[in-house]
């Protein structure tokens, strides 16, 4: 659906080069997850001014099955604007949003999984309200439910840390001219993770700052299948981007959990010592290095086991997902050392403000 309703003239009237409008756009990236009309109708139904326009970025990569607009509300169909992602990850379908969203002074990004409290809009204009002029964003406040007849599981508790995590665009509002200036999102970030941290880390580089706002949005916790968390592990390349680009500290400045990074690296490697001793039929270096790899993977897996339900299926999965998440880790880790190994550091922005954004080579901007 394209909208030639009443933001058709957000452009043309030049919102965007008032300082104190608090007019704003809504930029949903969607595989079409069932979550996507929760997310629109508590949009639709939350009191207070509505966005300017809704832009719902079409991210699948075969568009042929409904359409991402099927349940959407009837007061958003005037001002919704479907366009196509690509398939090349929330990155790059942000990018894409927020740059058809015409000239509106701020841009809230949403997850398609979340849902926006029922004040939420009325609640963004009081953030609005309170920006500076150097103000680049505005946080929102996560609540994760989760369950209260019992231990959360693995999953659960991963996904109840996105309440504390600083930053994270399932609900961040960005300014369009600080999007602008640092040129949007990374697009080398190719999943949902370390793409919010990025680009924070650049705009407060470029001088900017970011706030904290009062509204409050839900994200519910997907389901997820036994083998999430190994699959998850590919973030550790992006890490690796990180680094390359902020520095060793930049953990520390985007106050981001290091993980057990570490840790899997020494497990893997008695693991993979023990095998090549054993070939080599060094029975005592083998054994001992095996016993290296149990105890650590125990210790793993004890560590994810204990703190929750201790049913039958979450202890099968914990084992399981123990003894496979440090190789994984350490094998996206290397991949991405392989990967990212030419990527300079970002250079500090001169006293003319950041450069151009400029796209990264076509070999820079394949998938990690």
């Not at 196509?84 to 740059?99: L, M």
Request: hydrophobic share 40%; charged share 25%.
């Amino acid at each position: 659906m394209t909208d030639h309703g009443d933001h058709a003239d957000v452009t043309a009237t030049g919102h965007g080069e008032d300082a104190g409008d608090a007019t704003y756009a809504v930029v949903i990236p969607t595989l079409g997850r069932p979550g996507l009309g929760v997310c629109l109708r508590a949009l639709a139904e939350a009191s207070g001014p509505k966005p300017a326009r809704v832009v719902l970025v079409d991210d699948r990569a075969d568009t042929e099955g409904p359409p991402v607009t099927l349940d959407l509300p009837p007061s958003l169909r005037s001002r919704t604007t479907v366009v196509p992602g690509g398939a090349r990850g929330p990155a790059a379908a942000r990018n894409t949003g927020w740059r058809a969203a015409g000239r509106v002074p701020w841009i809230a990004f949403l997850d398609d999984d979340v849902m926006p409290g029922p004040t939420w809009c009325d609640d963004l204009a009081l953030d609005l309200a309170e920006v500076t002029g150097r103000t680049a964003g505005i946080t929102a406040r996560i609540e994760v439910p989760l369950p209260a007849h019992r231990r959360p599981t693995d999953w659960e508790r991963g996904t109840a840390q996105l309440a504390t995590a600083r930053w994270i665009t399932a609900d961040m509002v960005y300014r369009r001219e600080a999007l602008e200036a640092v040129g949007g999102f990374d697009e080398r970030f190719r999943r949902a993770f370390r793409e919010d941290a990025d680009l924070a880390l650049r705009v407060l580089d470029a001088g900017w700052t970011l706030t904290e706002g009062g509204r409050t949005t839900l994200h519910p916790v997907r389901p997820a299948g036994r083998w999430t968390s190994v699959r998850l592990q590919a973030g550790n390349a992006d890490d690796v981007l990180m680094t390359r680009l902020h520095g060793r500290d930049w953990w520390r400045r985007a106050d981001a959990p290091r993980g057990r990074l570490p840790a899997h690296l020494a497990v893997t490697g008695a693991g993979a010592a023990a095998l090549a001793c054993a070939l080599l039929g060094r029975g005592r270096a083998a054994a001992a290095c095996a016993s290296a790899w149990l105890a650590g993977t125990a210790e793993f897996a004890l560590a994810r086991i204990l703190p929750g339900p201790r049913t039958r299926d979450e202890i099968l999965t914990m084992t399981l997902t123990s003894v496979l998440i440090p190789p994984a880790a350490t094998w996206h880790w290397l991949r991405g050392q392989v990967v990212h190994r030419a990527t300079p550091p970002l250079r500090p922005y001169g006293p003319g403000g950041p450069p151009h954004a400029v796209r990264p080579p076509a070999r820079e901007r394949m998938p990690s």
